[in-house]
């Protein structure tokens, strides 16, 4: 029974043999690993030939297409300013053509002069827009954008004269962003008493609160 069993296994491994000489195969075939190193044991009887290794770690699926994610940036929606057609510089033109007018508490009138929100309603009424009459109504209209993207004809919120409380007070129109200088309109109750054009720094900067954006994105290059 042994012997014939031997014969077997003999005339078996003597067919592999020819096949594999008539056909040219062999079964030294690679082996694709990222956890056996070098010379590691497969089994008690062989051992991997480090040639044909084949790190796994270095195959490069094509088939996948990876997509670079932009910087995650936090826009938070207000409510709405129906602007219409108006386009954000004819406000910014507008406003400063009122440059000058002396600040009056509580009136919205150019004959007499403007509060910083009465600044804000007239220009904007002189397009048919509606638009809060108070300052810290403006708190939660709009679209809020990081400073850096402000453009001409966003709305600039700050808080009042005492700037410890975080409380919308004061406002006013940018007038530009020349790389991350911003210059705004607005009507001021201070030295200047009246509408000017300042840069947001010092004083200001200090009472900022945020910008934020009423018009359509479609009128800026920046977010």
Known sequence: MVRCLYTILFLFGLFLTSCKEKNNMTFNEPVITNEI????LID??????????????NIIDTSITILALP???????????????TAPDSIVTFGKSLVGTPYLYASSDPGKGFDCSGFITYVFNHFGIAVPRSSVDFTDMGHEIPKEFAGPGDLILFTGTDSTKRIVGHMGIIESNERGNLLFLHSTSGKAYGVVVSPLNGYYETRFVKVIRVFPATYFATP
């Open 71 to 85: 910087d995650a940036t936090i826009y938070k929606e207000g409510q709405q300013i129906k602007t219409g057609l």
């Open 44 to 57: 008690s009887n062989s051992i991997i030939d480090p040639s044909n290794i084949i790190d796994s770690s």
């Open 37 to 40: 190193g070098h010379g590691d």
